[in-house]
């Protein structure tokens, strides 16, 4: 094995406007997003992250229903391999990655590149969509 799964993550709540037009939408959410290059917010949710997950199963069920109440939705992206796999000599083409979603967050979207193809999925849960049509 070439590579390892690091799953060094932290759930990093923030508050994400929405947008009509794309093409200016885009530019402010960049900007608000910005400052968390330069922010210890990350690595503070980092270790939060790491701290509740030590804790005892009830107690981190607990703080993670507290956290999931308040979020609408919940985004991941995963950046693949720079090259494509090959599987018994073919080149891989369909590579899939599901945003979990936990407790009540009735959204999860989730994008993931491998090579020079990109995949979004968006994952909901069923009660929480009136109509699927």
Do not use: E
């Not at 796999?85 to 009540?104: A, E, R, S, V």
Request: charged fraction near 20%; hydrophobic fraction near 45%.
């Amino acid at each position: 094995m070439d590579f390892s799964f690091k799953n060094d993550f932290a759930i990093l709540p923030v508050k994400m406007r929405l947008i009509d037009d794309l093409k200016t939408g885009v530019k402010q959410i960049q900007r608000d997003l910005a400052h968390l290059k330069t922010s210890p917010i990350p690595f503070g949710y980092y270790y939060i992250t790491n701290v509740v997950l030590m804790l005892p199963w009830i107690l981190a069920s607990y703080l993670a229903l507290d956290l999931s109440n308040k979020l609408t939705m919940g985004f991941s992206n995963v950046p693949g391999p720079k090259q494509h796999w090959y599987m018994i000599g073919k080149k891989c083409k369909m590579l899939g990655f599901n945003m979990p979603l936990g407790k009540t967050v009735p959204l999860g979207w989730g994008v993931i590149s491998h090579g020079d193809i990109l995949k979004v999925t968006v994952t909901t849960d069923r009660a929480s969509v009136k109509d699927l049509d």
